[in-house]
Antibody, heavy 122, light 110 residues
């Protein structure tokens, strides 16, 4: 069974940076699109960013564009999210999620990790 | 990238059917057959229930079904069970490698 494990969350001051990682076990990682989705405390899910299986297509939510950068290392079965200029409103539980279909960039998110919490506060 | 519109809450009795709506625009829900639905129990990872409007992932009960008309997608749960009580989110592809979720609907099984 495929497993996704996020790490890198924590408490950070506004304006600082943080890098999240997502390790993918037991999957042909490099065949699937990957995404970051967050859930703010007491609120709903928000898609943050996604990257195609070959890194050829990348998208960002308007709320993070220009501040966050998604990347992947297929050799390490890992997904990353570099978060710069963090704001209080970025405080959330960050999930990584795997695309359902192999080598197709428009598939839904079939496997999710348990999330890593990011808190932006003084 | 405005969030899709879902009712904040719905409720029903065991055995009943329940439909949750998800309204977007011609730029997302209305333009692509790429709507999915997720079940989210607090403290757990979200679970994919329906993809590409009406398809079932492996292992998901066929009590869950999806449909779409114009800019509105719907999730129907038939034969409500206690374990169906959860938050449900719709999600649509919105073009240019972006996706958008709905605000979520809390389903209560009375």
């Amino acid at each position: 069974e495929v497993q996704l494990v996020e790490s890198g969350g924590g408490l950070v001051q506004p304006g600082r940076s943080l890098r999240l990682s997502c390790a993918v076990a037991r999957s042909t990682f490099d065949d699937y699109a990957m995404h970051w989705v967050r859930q703010t405390p007491g609120k709903g899910l928000e898609w943050v960013s996604g990257i195609s299986w070959d890194s050829g297509s990348i998208g960002y939510a308007d709320s993070v564009k220009g501040r966050f950068t998604i990347s992947r290392d297929n050799g390490k079965n890992s997904l990353y999210l570099q978060m710069n200029s963090l704001r209080a409103e970025d405080t959330a539980l960050y999930y990584c999620a795997k695309g359902l279909s192999s080598r197709w960039n428009y598939s839904s998110f079939d496997i999710w990790g348990q999330g890593t919490m990011v808190t932006v506060s003084t | 990238q405005s969030a899709l519109t879902q009712p904040a809450s719905v409720s029903g009795s065991p055995g009943q059917s329940m439909t949750i709506s998800c309204t977007g625009t011609s730029s997302d829900v209305g333009n692509y057959n790429l709507v999915s639905w997720y079940q989210h129990h607090p403290g757990k990872a979200p679970k994919l229930m329906i993809y590409e409007v009406s398809k079932w992932p492996s292992g998901v009960s066929n009590r869950f079904s999806g449909s779409k008309s114009a800019n509105t997608a719907s999730l129907t749960i038939s034969g409500l069970q206690a374990e169906d009580e959860a938050d449900y989110y719709c999600c649509s592809y919105a073009g240019s490698s972006t996706w958008v979720f709905g605000g979520g609907t809390k389903l209560t099984v009375l």
